[in-house]
T-cell receptor, first 111, second 114 residues
Framework: SQQGEEDPQALSIQEGENATMNCSYKTSINNLQWYRQNSGRGLVHLILIRSNEREKHSGRLRVTLDTSKKSSSLLITASRAADTASYFCATERINTDKLIFGTGTRLQVFP | NAGVTQTPKFQVLKTGQSMTLQCAQDMNHEYMSWYRQDPGMGLRLIHYSVGAGITDQGEVPNGYNVSRSTTEDFPLRLLSAAPSQTSVYFC?????????????FGQGTRLTVV
């Protein structure tokens, strides 16, 4: 079964608003990663947060990780129409070499 | 810098046919993997490899074979195609696992089995 579940499944916002996506997972992990996929394209890596980190920033992206709750969130601030895409979390489980993806959140940003 | 290259981009197969999806990377990455993406299911791991000569099963390995004879190439073989294998297939590579490194993805192969 899949490791991660994203919430919400779909999100629609206006340009300039913030977008928050959540990811829950089931087992202990080494790290958690967020990826972006534009329609019909391959995935692109956004940010990686290790299990001993609680928060990480990259440009307009802010990721948090709560290992006690087995959850992570991705915040995109001041969103743009170009941020329209699907966003996936992926977890690297402890003692495995597997990178397991969640089901994704479809983000639509309207101009 | 080509990154991860998948061929073909599109393929239509008849039920029972076999074929090989090709994946090559030029980044000298040790770790390579294959995923399939179906609507509403996200990406599911089929097989992966931590280095030449080493492969292992992922979440949905049935109906697929892999081998890794070189660091650069990681082909995925469909032994006897079934309509349930209609999907978009992605190959990915990364420098390593465990220590945590980003995965680089190919552009995908859209496979239809009729």
């Amino acid at each position: 079964s899949q490791q991660g579940e994203e919430d919400p499944q779909a999100l629609s916002i206006q340009e300039g608003e913030n977008a928050t996506m959540n990811c829950s997972y089931k087992t202990s992990i080494n790290n958690l990663q967020w990826y972006r996929q534009n329609s019909g394209r391959g995935l692109v890596h956004l940010i990686l947060i290790r299990s001993n980190e609680r928060e990480k920033h990259s440009g307009r992206l802010r990721v948090t990780l709560d290992t006690s709750k087995k959850s992570s969130s991705l915040l995109i601030t001041a969103s743009r129409a170009a941020d329209t895409a699907s966003y996936f979390c992926a977890t690297e489980r402890i003692n495995t070499d597997k990178l397991i993806f969640g089901t994704g959140t479809r983000l639509q940003v309207f101009p | 810098n080509a990154g991860v290259t998948q061929t073909p981009k599109f393929q239509v197969l008849k039920t029972g046919q076999s074929m090989t999806l090709q994946c090559a990377q030029d980044m000298n990455h040790e770790y390579m993997s294959w995923y399939r993406q179906d609507p509403g299911m996200g990406l599911r791991l089929i097989h992966y490899s931590v280095g030449a000569g080493i492969t292992d099963q992922g979440e949905v390995p049935n109906g697929y074979n892999v081998s890794r004879s070189t660091t650069e190439d990681f082909p995925l073989r469909l032994l006897s195609a079934a309509p349930s294998q209609t999907s978009v297939y992605f190959c990915a590579s990364s420098y390593s696992t465990g220590g945590g490194s980003e995965a680089f993805f190919g552009q995908g192969t859209r496979l239809t089995v009729v």
